[in-house]
């Protein structure tokens, strides 16, 4: 796709025989336009990102002097956490932790000549809390190295076939010099946990003390000697250690500042200034819009409302049947107030309709048009992957933390509880719908009512949802493209461009002087990361997916499960028998169609397809499959009762037969029943069988016809002489059943004897 915008890890390349302002392949690292700032990194030589004018590498990109390019990673840095081994992961996290700091402060790194002193020093110290030992160059390397590949964690991972490093060793870091001159040493774990108890005993409490008191309180509990009133036992002071013994001033509220913004929320519920806390800072609209509003696709807001509106089934052409009202899903850009997603459906909140959620907002709208059948009479010219998503903090989280796997790598974020203004453009977005709505089209109405005005609502319904999409999208695209939003923020600069306070002009100026959070997207690879994910477990004969992905009963107990067939599982010994404990995998499905799912491999997404004891669900969705399963216990329960039933006469013969030769036997001794000659009590039986079985040969072969017996007779004279001799013959001939009866007698003879 062509564009004449750049976006964070796009590769630019010189076009050749142009005056181009690079000379080698670059990859885009940081973007700022305020600042008219653009690092990109030379990938031949991965030194430090070299520093552009944005605004000449954008118009070297509209005179087509520059190229951009996507950014291709190999396989292995693709794969999922459950397919790195063990060893690699830990190695990738710690350093990944140690680089941290300075892709937290990317910008500072970046523009500072002397790579952000204070940066580095948070760097060495967090590895030497990981316990790696590391010099400057290597530490560059490592950030480098995590930006040339997209900023993305497997960086890290070692290259399949590469071999292993050799560990190194290094000279050992001495602390921090003080002002005094003298030489402090690092600060360890010990210490950490002695400073967050100081902090949850002085700081985070109803009267919190100042640093400075708090690491007064430090020297006199962890890093002094009581001095002991030797006449009355008394603690009167304390010996403080000398400056090289101890941390420092500076390291004690370098780490107690770090550990308090980690837990800000619990230090403001433990000073109880939430209440304040919420009313003058974290509730005000302009910061939380400075932060979240940086640019377009920083941050989309997603909300649900059941709409005031009754509508009548699609299918009834005489629109008789009603079918209630429908939720709406709504998705707005926090920068520009753009609505760049909504969804109609009777559905309830789930996994899946957070996935519809996010892949209307995310694909191509266009397609999504077509596909529901709704005309497109304004440009919708929004597409491409978010960083963050928001929502409410008491809806929507579970199924949103189910609707996408980590490949996704989307943000979630929440707005708190008594913050809904955080959220109050997309809620304000349905009360736009609805105002519109009211009075336009039938049956629609307030929000409280009484009971009798709402039978007259539903009574005045005529639309279909296709129609409400038709009428909804034109009013969003509209709104996009031309309403003169009052509210909408704009700057200096923006005013400066000619950007009014329209929407979309807003979101298109992002995406040229803005750019770095909207990421590009395939259709079907977006389309797979959003499947509901699930977890799998391998048998000998099967894949099975538990009954809680599919649905749950009304009791809350989970269903039965589904097997599966799955070829890459069965060709790669995952289903032997003697493995020991079953292997357990990762899944993406489509809760309405269960014919197939997806399984995580190392090698890539593949199929599972119903195995054959679950074939009668092919093309159901999980509802239906759910119902099926129900009806078909209830079904197999009562056959099995009729079963039991139809047996009891068997039970009730056997009884019957038994009682009746117990009449008719005599009394009989443990010797006689065990010297007596099986093979002579058998001859009666044997006999009988042997009469039965010739008497069944003769009644089979009795319609054999004699013609056909005659062709393969010996031809023989037709005088008396012959016939007399042919008789006399035939007369002689033992029969073919006798000699039958006598091999099965002799045979059967020998057997028992």
Not at 119 to 130: P, R
Not at 159 to 170: I, L, M
């Amino acid at each position: 796709m062509t564009r004449d915008f750049i976006q964070l890890n796009d590769i630019i390349t010189p076009v050749h025989g142009e005056n181009s302002p690079i000379s080698a392949a670059h990859i885009v690292v940081f973007i700022d336009a305020t600042t008219n700032r653009l690092f990109a990194m030379n990938l031949k030589t991965k030194n430090k990102p070299d520093w552009f004018s944005f605004s000449e590498i954008t118009e070297a990109l509209k005179d087509q002097r520059i190229a951009c390019g996507e950014l291709k990673l190999p396989d292995y840095m693709l794969l999922s956490d459950q397919y790195i081994p063990e060893n690699q992961r830990i190695k990738r996290d710690q350093k990944l932790a140690v680089i941290r700091p300075i892709i937290q402060q990317l910008e500072t790194f970046l523009v500072s000549r002397s790579y952000g002193k204070r940066l580095i020093q948070k760097c060495f110290e967090a590895a030497q809390e990981a316990g790696i030992k590391l010099h400057r160059t290597q530490l560059y390397k490592w950030v480098y190295t995590y930006l040339s590949v997209g900023s993305i964690p497997n960086a890290f991972l070692r290259k399949p076939g590469s071999g292993q490093s050799q560990n190194k060793v290094y000279t050992k870091k001495t602390g921090p010099r003080r002002n005094d001159g003298s030489v402090g040493r690092m600060r360890t774990e010990r210490d950490e946990k002695h400073i967050q108890a100081i902090a949850r005993t002085h700081i985070m409490c109803a009267n919190p003390k100042t640093y400075e008191e708090a690491y007064s309180e430090y020297k006199d509990k962890y890093a002094s000697d009581p001095v002991v009133d030797h006449e009355t036992g008394e603690i009167v002071s304390y010996k403080h250690y000398s400056p090289e013994l101890r941390l420092s001033e500076f390291q004690f509220k370098a780490y107690l500042a770090d550990f308090l913004r980690e837990n800000r929320e619990t230090v403001i519920a433990k000073q109880g200034k939430t209440d304040s806390f919420n009313k003058d800072k974290k509730g005000l609209k302009g910061t939380f819009d400075n932060f979240y509003a940086q640019g377009p696709g920083h941050v989309y807001q997603i909300d649900e409302t059941p709409l005031s509106i009754e509508l009548v089934d699609e299918f009834d052409p005489l629109r008789q049947r009603r079918v209630g009202r429908p939720t709406c899903y709504t998705v707005v850009d926090t920068f520009s107030r753009a609505w760049v997603g909504l969804l109609i459906t009777f559905q309830k909140a789930s996994a899946h309709t957070a996935r519809e959620v996010l892949f209307t907002a995310f694909r191509n709208k266009q397609k999504f048009c077509e596909e529901i059948g709704v005309k497109l009479n304004e440009p919708w010219d929004i597409e491409g992957k978010c960083r963050m998503i928001m929502v409410d903090n008491a809806e929507f989280r579970a199924e949103l933390e189910r609707s996408f796997s980590k490949d996704a790598h989307i943000e979630q974020i929440y707005n708190t509880e008594g913050n809904s203004q955080q959220k109050g453009l997309v809620e304000r977005k349905h009360k736009t719908l609805e105002d519109f709505l009211f009075g336009v089209v039938p049956g629609v109405s307030k929000t409280k009512i009484a009971e009798h005005l709402k039978r007259k609502v539903r009574k005045d319904a005529l639309l279909n949802i296709r129609e409400l999409y038709q009428i909804l999208i034109d009013f969003i695209t509209r709104y996009n493209n031309h309403y003169p939003l009052e509210t909408l923020p704009i700057s200096k600069e923006m005013r400066r461009d000619g950007v009014r306070k329209i929407p979309m002009e807003k979101f298109n100026w992002g995406l040229r002087n803005r750019g770095g959070f909207l990421r590009e997207v395939d259709e079907r690879q977006l389309f797979l990361e959003l499947l509901e994910v699930g977890e799998v477990t391998v048998h000998p004969s099967h894949v099975f997916l538990p009954g809680k992905y599919i649905k749950k009963s009304d009791s809350g107990s989970s269903g039965r499960g589904l097997r599966y067939t799955c070829g890459w599982t069965l060709n790669n010994g995952l289903q032997e028998k003697n493995i020991g404990k079953r292997p357990r995998l990762s899944c993406r499905f489509m809760r309405y169609s269960m014919s197939k799912i997806y399984i995580e491999t190392s090698d890539g997404l593949q199929p599972a397809y119903l195995d054959e004891s679950d074939r009668l669900y092919e093309h159901m969705s999980d509802e239906q499959i759910s119902s099926a399963k129900k009806e078909e216990a209830i079904e197999m329960q009562a056959l099995a009762e009729q079963y039991a039933e139809k047996q009891s006469a068997t039970r009730v013969s056997a009884k019957n037969a038994v009682s009746t030769a117990k009449h008719q036997q005599a009394e009989i001794t443990i010797n006689e029943a065990n010297t007596q000659d099986l093979s002579l009590n058998k001859e009666a039986g044997l006999n009988a069988e042997i009469a039965a079985s010739k008497a069944l040969f003769e009644n089979m072969t009795k319609e054999i016809s004699p013609s056909t017996e005659e062709v393969f007779e010996p031809k023989v004279s037709d005088t008396p002489s012959s016939k007399k001799e042919c008789s006399s013959q035939e007369s002689n001939e033992p029969d073919i059943s006798d000699i039958f009866a006598e091999k099965m007698a002799s045979q059967l003879n020998r057997r028992n004897q």
